[in-house]
């Protein structure tokens, strides 16, 4: 099977390992057979939803590389990011008036032309993805730049680590895309095994402290939060001079403490339930529900937005795969959820654009589904999987390696291939409440895959910006005179070491009986000359 179509994977561990020799026969009744994601067919689309005058955009153009987005970010605060940027839509701004914070909202497994209540006249543009990717996926690439450096690390580098820099998603991937790793830097993600949020930073700040909850805790807020009660969404505006009539549809959500279902009535008045037992449905109003608190804390702390520094935030609502998964993707939850975000994402950069005054440079990332990890044969697939479900929640991971000891994949995969499968499996572990974490043997990882946030978050001791890089493990940061300093110090030893190479090499040439007049002149005649 394995040798017939290599989009056929064998999930039998949590190692990637790329079989250089032939395929081998292997025991289908201990193997788990997944299909690869389809090529993503509906593009990205970046639309910038708010910007200061300060900055200004080309709305002829259509597309953006997605590796140029970050980048353009980071010119657009007034930075110089680390590598060129090609694409033609940023026009020269203000130089002395530059954005206070940049807010990148995505979401991701939508249908692309939902505009979440965002105006028509908003510029919009096509994420060209066709451009070989860093990290073998594409949406990484979008939010953390192809450099190792994301732009909200660069940000803090810049600004001596002032900047305050949040990322929030369940997915802990793109929640470390977002992490600034240094100075006042916050990233929140979820524990695929306890359903918690985590909070991860350097210093020993506990702003975000709150939103790391039990699932118990968070579903008591659940009783007494206002999700999007009689959320308005405009259908159509019609003027009749000197009136103006616009219909709208109302949702409403609440939710049920005594059968702990969260309840959307849509606007034909249809109830949708959202069991609250079910992982992928508590996901998705937990990722909502931290969001939307982590805006109430910032409100409650604008001492920290109010300096010379830009700040920097990314929030990613990607629990919309889990409810395609669990439910379908034409499924009553999916449309509802989806209606939910009509309300939230206007909700949240609004909130940020009132709290700069509208000096926030704000962008909308939606991205489409990319398909998703399938079984091959579904009566089969069952067997296997009930064969590898008690494995998936063992606490040691030496244990599930030696029960489930590897993947095989043909030999002639690419690089992104097997970095794309890499990151696919990481989500499917993380869907089923695993621990464990795909290993991508004989790749080069770069410092953000490698680094564990959630060994930093979990750990008992105090995370002080110390003993926080200590246990991640990277190298020192440097500040923005490191280069300067170095290179100042560096060409002052070399042309130090050079004129005493050439002062010691003529003194050593030098006759004084003959060169210099000193020796050739009596004292009484220096005195009477």
């Known amino acids: ?113 939902n505009k979440f209540g965002i105006d028509h006249s908003y510029t919009s543009y096509r994420v060209d993805e066709s451009a070989k990717t860093v990290t073998g996926n594409a949406f990484l690439d979008m939010v953390h730049g192809p450099n190792k450096e994301n732009v909200a690390t660069y940000v803090s580098n ?34 695929g095994l306890d359903e918690k949020f985590h909070v991860a930073s350097p210093s020993d700040d506990h702003l975000f402290d709150s939103l790391s909850a039990s699932k118990e805790a968070t579903l008591k807020e659940f009783e007494k939060f206002n999700f999007g009660k009689g959320m308005r969404e405009l259908l159509y505006e019609l003027a009749l001079h000197p009136l103006v009539i616009k219909m709208y549809l109302i949702t409403d959500v609440h939710f049920n403490v005594e059968k702990k279902l969260m309840i959307v009535t849509l606007p034909d008045d249809k109830k949708i339930p959202f069991d609250m037992n079910k992982r992928s449905d508590y996901i998705f109003f937990a990722e909502i529900f931290t969001m939307l608190k982590s805006l109430e804390i910032i409100k409650a702390n604008k001492d920290l937005i109010h300096d010379d520094a830009p700040d920097v935030y990314t929030y990613s609502i990607s629990s919309i795969k889990a409810l395609d998964m669990e439910h379908g993707k034409d499924s009553n939850q999916v449309h509802a959820a989806i209606r939910v975000l009509h309300h939230v994402v206007p909700k949240i950069y609004k909130s940020f654009n009132e709290m700069y005054d509208g000096e926030a440079l704000i962008e909308l990332l939606s991205r489409g589904s990319s398909g998703r990890l399938v079984f091959e044969r579904p009566e089969q697939a069952k067997k296997m999987y009930e064969h590898v479900k008690p494995h998936l929640h063992v606490q040691h991971e030496q244990d599930f390696r030696h029960r489930l000891p590897f993947i095989h994949l043909k030999k002639n995969l690419g690089t992104n291939m097997v970095n794309g499968i890499c990151h696919s499996l990481n989500g499917l572990l993380n869907l089923f409440g695993s621990k464990a974490k795909i290993d991508c043997h004989g790749q080069s990882s770069d410092a953000r ?9 979990t750990t008992n001791s105090p995370l002080t910006e110390k003993n926080f890089l200590k246990r991640l493990n990277i190298s020192p940061v440097y500040t923005s005179d490191y280069p300067v300093i170095f290179n100042i110090i560096l060409w002052l030893m070399i042309i130090l070491a050079i004129g005493l190479y050439v002062t010691a090499a003529v003194m050593w040439d030098m006759d004084p009986g003959r060169d210099s007049i000193i020796y050739r002149m009596t004292s009484q005649r220096i005195k009477t000359d």
């Open 449 to 457: 895959v490698g680094r564990s946030l959630m060994a930093a978050a």
């Open 158 to 191: 810049v600004f001596e680590k002032k900047p305050l820099t949040v990322s929030i998603s369940a997915s802990y991937e793109v929640a470390q895309a977002g992490f600034g790793n240094q100075g006042k830097s916050f990233s929140v993600f979820l524990d």
């Open 1 to 113: 099977m394995a040798c017939q179509n290599w989009r056929k994977l064998l999930l039998i561990a949590v190692i990637i390992q790329a079989i250089s020799g032939p395929c081998v026969a292997l025991d289908l009744q201990n193997v788990l057979v997944v299909e690869t994601p389809k090529k993503n067919e509906e593009p990205s689309k970046l639309t910038i939803v708010h910007k200061p005058d300060s900055v200004s955009m080309v709305k002829e153009i259509q597309s953006i590389p997605a590796h140029d987005i970050s980048p353009v970010i980071t010119l657009a605060l007034g930075l110089t990011p680390t590598q060129g940027v090609h694409w033609k839509g940023l026009r020269v701004g203000n130089i002395f008036k530059r954005p206070s914070a940049n807010v990148l909202i995505a979401v991701t497994d939508v249908p692309i032309d």
